[in-house]
């Protein structure tokens, strides 16, 4: 009697960049702009046989107090032009951009996606974001604030906005006939109304070839998680634990039935770190030297001032925690905040557990900043992925390597193979389209039909 098929592993590749995971001042990491950067961490991912390679994107430098001291992801080339550069120099690997819907319009991005998956063969994915601060407006004509409700009600509609243009071409609405004369049978009409948007012309290209692109989404409050499982194909996350896996990995999963959609219509890929060792004892080691390099003396400090909004510029990164409470009114920090809780609470509850576990102002940081992090010999990280796949908190993982661009090629020589061997993870792959990959269905054929070359 056999047993319960394993479920498949999908694994992306973010590219590190500048954020706070990237161990920039390591001797190993190399440019974060050039060329050749973004072309090895992609051929590397390609080797690997991995899903797809996943780019963020900044909009604007964080300034805090008065300067440019953070490690987010900011100075990169632009998300199009680097996809697009790629996809001459790959052959499957799918290729993600994130995208901000608060600050683009519908046809720009139907357009622009499209573009890039006629050119890939069907490989482009768009994840899905939104910006609620005015400090990013700045850069943007229309600029402004969106409350938290009101960006996903944008972003939904952008996204309706694009998929009404994907879908404006019939599947055989473009035909090729150059005996006949012939180009196009059928003159696409594209008319959408919504309450922000009001689109009335024929989109400029016909079907791509996945029918229209991936997407993405990004986001963990209730309104993201609906939104996730109305329109999504992936969505983007992070959990810490298996159990807090199982938890979301259910409650999107569940939504998905009153939007006419299958579990299967949908994958949860968390973001994950990982370390290796030639030992468990050795990887633990190199996670901790690595959390060392990732948490500066000076990024605790920076990152602690986010909360207490002052000056902590005399505090000993290696003493204990402020004697002052927070300045809950400051803000010292313009941009993407990561404490959008009561800085009152949220240091409360430092406190406790810096006191319980005699941790100094680094030290805590290092705990309350760790994403989900895979840390052992190659076998012991491919169990643990493993794992949380065959148990349901996840689909696969976005895995964010610590050094630019070869952090993620001793994944792929170790533990894909590893992968493999337990029968989880592919040999080759099967399709030559990112939903191919995915598993996901195809919402059309591609459109191109040459009447008189199949004539001839």
């Known amino acids: 009697m056999t047993g319960k098929p394993r479920k498949q592993i999908h694994l992306a590749a973010h590219f590190p960049g500048v954020n706070n995971t990237t161990v920039w001042a390591d001797p190993?990491?190399?440019?974060?702009?050039?060329?050749?950067?973004?072309?090895?961490l992609a051929r590397t991912a390609e080797r690997g046989l991995f899903d797809f390679f996943f780019l963020a994107e900044g909009l604007r430098l964080r300034e805090h107090l008065g300067r440019i001291h953070d490690l987010d992801v900011v100075g990169r080339p632009d998300t199009f032009t680097v996809l697009n550069a790629l996809a001459?120099?790959?052959?499957?690997?799918?290729?993600?951009?994130?995208?901000?819907?608060t600050y683009n319009e519908p046809f720009e991005l139907a357009k622009q996606f499209a573009s890039l998956d006629h050119l890939s063969g069907g490989r482009a994915a768009w994840n899905v974001v939104t910006s609620s601060d005015a400090f990013t407006g700045e850069n943007f004509r229309r600029g402004g604030y969106l409350e938290h409700g009101q960006r996903y009600r944008r972003a939904a509609e952008v996204v309706e906005a694009t998929r009404a243009l994907w879908d404006s071409w019939p599947a055989d609405a473009l035909v090729v006939d150059r005996a006949a004369g012939v180009f196009a049978r059928e003159v696409p009409e594209t008319r959408f109304r919504s309450t922000q948007f009001d689109i009335d012309a024929p989109f400029v290209l016909p079907r791509s070839p996945q029918g229209h692109p991936v997407l993405l989404q990004a986001g963990d409050s209730d309104e993201g998680r609906e939104f996730g499982a109305s329109a999504a194909d992936a969505i983007f996350t992070g959990h810490g634990t298996l159990e807090a896996g199982r938890t979301f990995y259910a409650d999107v999963k569940g939504r998905l039935a009153k939007y006419g959609r299958a579990p299967e219509d949908l994958k949860i890929l968390p973001a994950a770190t990982f370390v290796l060792g030639d030992s468990e004892a050795d990887a633990h080691d190199r996670a901790r030297h690595i959390r060392l390099q990732q948490v500066s003396p000076q990024t605790a400090i920076a990152f602690l001032e986010q909360v207490w909004g002052r000056d902590l510029s005399g505090y000993d990164p290696d003493g204990p925690l402020p004697d002052v409470e927070p300045d809950a009114a400051a803000t010292i920090t313009r941009g993407r905040v990561r404490h959008t809780k009561d800085p009152l609470a949220v240091a409360k509850a430092w406190r406790e557990k810096a006191e319980a576990e005699k941790l100094s102002i680094r030290e805590l940081i290092i705990e309350v900043t760790a994403r989900q992090q895979f840390v052992g010999t190659p076998a012991q990280v491919a169990a643990r992925i493993d794992e949380y796949v065959q148990s349901d908190a996840a689909d696969g993982f976005i895995l964010v390597p610590h050094l630019t661009p070869t952090g993620l090629d001793e994944f792929v020589d170790r533990v894909v193979p590893e992968l493999q061997e337990r029968g989880s993870f592919r040999t080759a792959y099967t399709g030559t389209t990112l939903r191919d990959h995915l598993g996901l269905r195809h919402p059309h054929t591609h459109p191109l039909v040459t009447e008189g070359a199949r004539a001839s």
């Open 28 to 40: 190993a990491s190399k440019s974060q702009v050039d060329f050749e950067s973004f072309v090895h």
């Open 88 to 101: 001459g120099v790959t052959e499957r690997l799918g290729l993600a951009g994130t995208i901000n819907s």
